[in-house]
């Protein structure tokens, strides 16, 4: 079981200290209340008696037994008075009334008392000569019920309890809030810590109102500062040893290819044309036709390995890009004679001259188009648009096709990163080297009406770019 904390324990402290002294208060002002109420009840019933038995002294002496019955029913009128019945001195019963209730209900007693007589009624006096004092006639006695009172002492008691209740809960919330500003910030600082160890690096500790754990929380914060920084630079450290040795170990397969693969394609190449010459074989046959296909797709891999690793110096000249870009798209254009994917293009007519690589550049973007084109069904559209701003050419390449994964987004311009059958994964590889080259950028999205989006960024002039600089990184 978890040991409770120094806010929890001194939350529950409180909370009972209250909690006792409240309702020990309100313990003994409800004992103070029930007696106080109970006596005020008993004098006022005890009046009530000793009134029907003033009332009463006539009717005993006149044993007018119809005006005792009409005087302890007229007390019933009285709340809480439950029954009333006179006595003469004998203890016989000359007068009764009583409700119709169940149980058994205390009782108080008046005596009927005899006056002395005053002026004529002593002539009348049948015994002048004996005691002046009072003499008793008989009794009265009243029964009363206590349920009202019981019910008031009830509902003191519960609205006590709930007083008492409410006090200390407002206290204890009271000091919850006090309490919070001293244990919170030690709180949090473990719960970013642990979310640290999680692996959260972005989590920081809030700066609180106190100054101790102020000072803390920005010491705290400048060492997870230190170590992301530390982190970052060592992961884009590893990243970039990485892609050197994979970008090198690439040109090592390649000159091995180049030697190895390219000059036996070769002559295979040019003795298949030969056996197919001598033998009449026709290039519309079938197994002819499979042949060259490979044999262009197997020398087609070759020059991809090669242009992708072979250092290229960009020769850096005065160039159109929006002219470079309307030729590119001509020659596409010239090369769909089936009009199998229709080129819509939205190019200013004003020139924008940069210094860059054309040729370069075009290869490039031709590997973009090709595979917005390759992306596109049948007799579909790629849109084609160039634009200017802040100090940039952007040309955008979208297609309606099927669009990127999204966790391909990330992957697409990694080497040998591909999603066709019979793709290399180095065109967009190889369009990510040129554009870093000349200090611009290249991203890809998905249109949210379907297909995708190549939006390529390239700055106007080449203050930061060197003319050595390789194409390709390698």
Known sequence: MKNPGIRSRLIASVFLLISATTFSIGYMG???????VQSRFENRILFLARHL????ELGILLDDRSMLGRLVKNLLSEKDVVGATVFDSNGRELARAFREVRGGYPSVEAPVMLKEAQDESQAFSQDAGADKKDQSLGRVKVTYDTTGIDELLSVMKLRFVLLSAGLALLAGLVFYFLSRSLVAP??????VARRVAQGDEAVRASIGSLPETSELANAFNAMLDALRQNRIALEEANREIIRKS?????????????????????IIKTSFDMLKKSSGLSADDTMVFYIEDEIRRLNKLIEDFL????????CYREVDLNGMLRALIERFEINNVENRIRLISEIPSEPCIANADPDLLTRAIDNILKNAIEASAYG???????SFKEGLWIASVEDKGEGIREENIVRIFEPFFTTRSKGTGLGLAYSLQVLKSHGG????????SGGAVFRVEVPLGNDRLSAGTPATGI
């Open 307 to 314: 242009v992708f690793a072979r250092p290229s110096n960009p």
């Open 186 to 191: 030690v709180s949090e600082l473990a719960m």
């Open 53 to 56: 038995a003033l009332n009463a």
């Open 441 to 448: 950028t290249i991203n890809a999205l998905n249109r949210p």
């Open 380 to 386: 579909g559209e790629v849109c084609i648009s160039a």
């Open 246 to 266: 994979t970008l090198a170990e690439i040109g090592k397969f390649s000159m091995m290819v180049a030697h190895e693969v390219k000059n036996p394609l070769s």
């Open 30 to 36: 409800i004992q103070i209340v029930r007696e106080f």
